[in-house]
């Protein structure tokens, strides 16, 4: 039961905060995936899916600004669980896509793995940091996944907002 709870709140985390940035998302599930070995996934539009949500709301930013986007969406599961008293357990492959994206030509080049890290603990920071003030949110999304197991994107938004007007 605290493994399932504690993935609500990783999964939350994701979603909630991925739509706090404008970042397009789909889905959110619990449901486990013995053939993929996971415990659950938030749905994230792809780097170019992302520039083009942007560009049709009259937002124009670099690709940067959405890696950064997606780094703090992928750090949030296991922020998320932390805020709510858990201890990460589920993260590997979210740590694996975190690397890649710093590490990519697109990202940051021409940087010393030290200014990497140093980078890496700012936008942790900075996650950490949109989990606390989005708590709330987190909270509502994660008892939802507990009841109903699986959230679409508008059942998402309306939880968020209905916190919001809280």
């Known amino acids: 039961m605290t493994r399932r709870k504690s993935t609500a709140y990783h999964e939350a985390g994701h979603a909630v905060i991925g739509r706090v940035l404008g970042l397009p998302c789909g889905q959110a599930s619990i449901v486990e995936d013995h053939e993929d070995l996971t415990a659950g996934h938030s749905i994230t539009g792809d780097p170019w899916q992302v520039i083009g949500a942007w560009e049709e709301r009259g937002k124009f930013r670099d690709i940067a600004s959405v890696f950064r986007g997606r780094v703090i969406t992928f750090m949030a599961g296991a922020e998320a669980e932390k805020e709510f008293g858990f201890v990460p357990q589920g993260d590997y492959d979210d740590r694996y896509q975190i690397a890649c994206m710093l590490d990519s ?62």
């Open 105 to 166: 030509e697109i990202f940051l080049p021409t940087w010393s793995n030290e200014k990497r890290d140093r980078y890496e603990e700012r936008l942790r920071a900075k996650t950490r940091s949109l989990v606390c003030r989005h708590r709330g949110s987190i909270g509502r999304v994660a008892q939802a996944l507990r009841e109903h197991e699986t959230l679409q994107d508008d059942q998402i938004y309306e939880l968020i907002n209905r916190a919001a007007d809280d």
